[in-house]
């Protein structure tokens, strides 16, 4: 019981952190002061509480004059929604093959398993810029993109688990009862290997997060003007000898969000181990 | 052993195949690839010229075996921009980014795995908990970021050592520390977990008993066992840093083939882009293929058995 309270305590702040910034993104509208594409070129690179006319530069502005709170805020937006929305697909198709290959075995899980084999070979991050090169950057394509690169890491853990899941005696008992691999599959594999999979999907959010913005910070994410973290640390990287304040609040951020995700996932994946043993 | 090896062997040149199917068909994903490889100012005729000098007007069937014979024989083709073949180019660039690798490798190995082992054998102490704490941080640092700050700290704010480009062993150093440090995160945490391991074993108590101080321990008996999972680890990373070298050099500006690859994207020279995605590829099938036969080495119970 202690013990569980000091977990809950460790983790209280990552937790908040989370929710805050998850917060900030659905309320992007409301809490941003200004539009995150307005520009003023009276207002360039001005520092973190400069006061042009009526504009309040809380956390400064960027080199066209665009007010660095409301595109920080916006920006958690763009990061959140191609994590969440990437780690969904790759680990629902993930898990789909994943199961498959370990319920079906045979020659269902020889192909499976050595496409994930040969997705895994390559890089990621590599595997990606190739993609976008081929179809083009924006949005919706990195989300496809990161989707198409990390499907195999859900399915080698949905299939090492089926695997294990697939011999135990109540599956067996509901194959010889008549019921048939898909309902074996989604109400008695399934439910059993979830646990590992929600750990993977955790720790995976934080590196699509990194995936996201990397790939922005190379000019192949989320193209200008839309604001994400990516695209202005890479603006930073410019300015960073004259205007450290650009680089350094979407870095912050990026930074808090991928710590908090990695400390939840591991708590959970540290949790998760107890409860099984 | 030879029979593993053979077995391991054939699994690798499969998944090569694979990696050649795979870029094939990506390109295919936007249509005709044709279009990718024009500069935007081509007209109508120049793409008709240049599909059939690139015999993309045969059956898609013998486009591919023909790609696939290509790459077997490392035939990437001709930069669009530079009329150079891929091979030469890569090979300017790829030593930048070998030596970039060797250096966040030094770092990441160098203080990962005494770091992991130290967070193993003195858990509770005050200094681990901190150090715990930093290695979590790493692990969630974005490398372009890392990289930032290390700029604006050492080469604008206290001006000891350059802020980007190639030169000489001072130019390395940033670069290495930015690329290093996630992988310094990763190996501790690996090493710290293996020892851990190992460290419940019956074998450990025995020495224990027998009156072995901690440092014979550690070198006779924790350091091979706990081997395994770190081998595995480190190979992994290695590929990881390869891949990690295309952002931390375009915020070094260092002229390797990350750089490479993003001015190629920038500039539609898309044989390049598969060059160096094709040569990640078979670096990383190849450093777990190392890794593989490395365990049969390290550990003599896995020559005989299944491997792990």
Redesign the interface.
């Known amino acids: 019981m202690t013990s569980n309270r000091r977990t809950i305590l460790k983790i209280a702040p990552f937790a908040i952190i989370l929710l805050l910034i998850v917060l900030g993104a659905i309320c992007a509208p409301l809490l941003a002061p200004y539009s995150p594409d307005a520009q003023n070129l009276l207002g360039r690179l001005k520092p973190p509480g400069t006061t042009i006319r009526d504009l309040h530069y809380l956390l400064g502005s960027d080199e066209l004059g665009r007010d660095l709170l409301s595109r920080v805020i916006w920006g958690a937006r763009v990061s959140l929604a191609v994590a969440v929305l990437s780690v969904l697909l790759s680990g629902l198709v993930g898990c789909a093959l994943g199961i498959c290959a370990g319920y079906a075995r045979g020659v269902v899980e020889a192909v499976i398993m ?2 994930a ?3 895994l ?7 990606a ?8 950057p924006g949005m919706t394509n990195v989300i496809l993109v990161l989707a198409l690169t990390r499907w195999p890491r859900y399915a080698r853990v949905a299939y090492g688990q089926t695997l294990a899941v697939a011999e135990r005696p109540y599956v067996r008992l509901a194959a010889y009862m008549g019921a048939g691999p898909l309902r074996i599959m989604l109400r008695h594999v399934l439910p059993n290997i979830a646990g590992a999979i929600v750990v993977v999907a955790t720790l995976e959010f ?1 590196l699509m997060v ?1 995936f996201e ?2 790939l922005s ?4 994410g989320v193209q200008p003007p839309t604001a994400s973290w ?1 695209a202005m ?2 603006i ?2 410019n300015y ?2 004259t205007a ?1 304040w650009i ?1 350094a609040f979407p ?1 912050i951020c ?2 808090l969000l ?2 908090s ?3 939840l996932g ?1 708590t959970l994946s540290d949790y998760l181990d107890r409860a099984s043993r | 052993m030879r029979f593993f090896i053979v077995r391991r062997l054939g699994l690798a040149l499969l998944t090569v195949f694979g990696v050649g199917t795979l870029i094939f068909f990506l390109q295919r994903l936007a249509g005709d690839p044709t279009v990718l490889l024009v500069p935007e100012t081509a007209t109508q005729a120049d793409i008709d010229t240049l599909r059939h000098t690139l015999g993309l007007d045969r059956p898609l069937y013998v486009q591919y075996l023909s790609f696939l014979w290509d790459m077997l024989q490392l035939r990437l083709g001709d930069s669009l921009v530079r009329h150079v073949p891929v091979t030469s180019i890569i090979a300017v660039h790829a030593g930048y980014t070998l030596l970039l690798a060797a250096g966040a490798l030094t770092v990441a190995a160098g203080l990962g795995i005494p770091l992991g082992a130290y967070l193993a054998l003195r858990p509770r102490h005050r200094v681990a908990r901190v150090l715990y704490g930093l290695v979590m941080a790493a692990q969630s640092m974005p490398t372009f970021w890392s990289g930032i700050l290390l700029i604006l700290l050492f080469g604008v704010t206290l001006q000891w050592l350059p802020p980007s480009s190639a030169g000489g062993f001072s130019h390395l150093i940033m670069p290495s520390i930015s690329l290093g440090l996630l992988s310094m995160a990763t190996l501790a945490r690996v090493t710290r977990t293996a020892v851990i391991n190992e460290f419940g074993r019956p074998y450990i108590r025995a020495a224990l008993a027998r009156g072995s101080s901690m440092w014979q321990l550690a070198k006779w008996h924790l350091a091979r066992n706990a081997a395994i999972p770190v081998i595995t680890i480190a190979a992994l990373e290695i590929s990881n840093l390869l891949a990690g070298a295309v952002i931390v050099e375009t915020v070094f500006a260092w002229p390797g083939l990350g750089q490479l690859t993003v001015q190629a994207i920038l500039a539609r020279d898309f044989p390049i882009v598969q060059g160096v995605v094709l040569l990640g590829a078979f670096v990383t099938i190849g450093l777990n293929l190392l890794a593989d036969v490395l365990y049969g080495i390290v550990d003599p119970r896995i020559r005989h058995g299944e491997p792990r």
Do not use: E, K, Y
Not at chain 1, 129 to 136: E, F, P, R, S, Y
């Open positions: 050595r496409c084999d040969v997705f070979s390559v890089p990621a991050i590599l595997l810029i190739l993609t976008v090169a081929v179809i083009g934080g990194l913005a990397g910070f190379l000019g192949l990516g640390l890479s930073g990287r960073v000898a450290w680089a870095g990026l930074f991928v710590l995700a990695n400390v591991d």
